[in-house]
């Protein structure tokens, strides 16, 4: 397994999540690192992603509760979930794009349920 994403589990709405992804340090360095979700009966749509220097982009629905983050000394990408909503629901992947390549790698998924 190339990466391997954690975190996931059952949060009360407007609680807090970490997600955590790792992986190798010559995948980690090269790449642009992101965060997807895919709800039931739904596509699966990029969340959040960071770049090496660390410029980020955000999708709409998650902006202002959601936060990236890199720890290049840990070859880990994070994502900070607060706030959650019933919507945010879904399974949530982690993606290590390599630049300049068209290789991308994919985590195993880590399942996050928004409910009381």
């Known amino acids: 397994v190339q990466l391997q994403a954690s975190g996931g589990g059952l949060v009360q709405p407007g609680g807090s999540l970490r997600l955590s992804c790792a992986t190798t340090?010559?995948?980690?360095?090269?790449?642009?690192m992101a965060w997807h979700r895919q709800a039931p009966g739904k596509q699966r749509e990029l969340v959040a992603g960071i770049t090496r220097v660390r410029n980020t982009n955000y999708a709409d629905s998650v902006k202002g509760r959601f936060t990236i983050s890199r720890d290049d000394a840990k070859n880990t990408v994070y994502l900070q979930m607060n706030s959650v909503k019933p919507e945010d629901t879904a399974v949530y992947y982690c993606?290590?794009?390599?630049?300049?390549?068209?290789?991308?790698?994919w985590g195993q998924g880590t399942l996050v349920t928004v409910s009381s």
């Open positions: 340090g010559s995948i980690f360095s090269g790449s642009y």
């Open positions: 993606s290590a794009q390599l630049i300049g390549t068209t290789s991308q790698y």
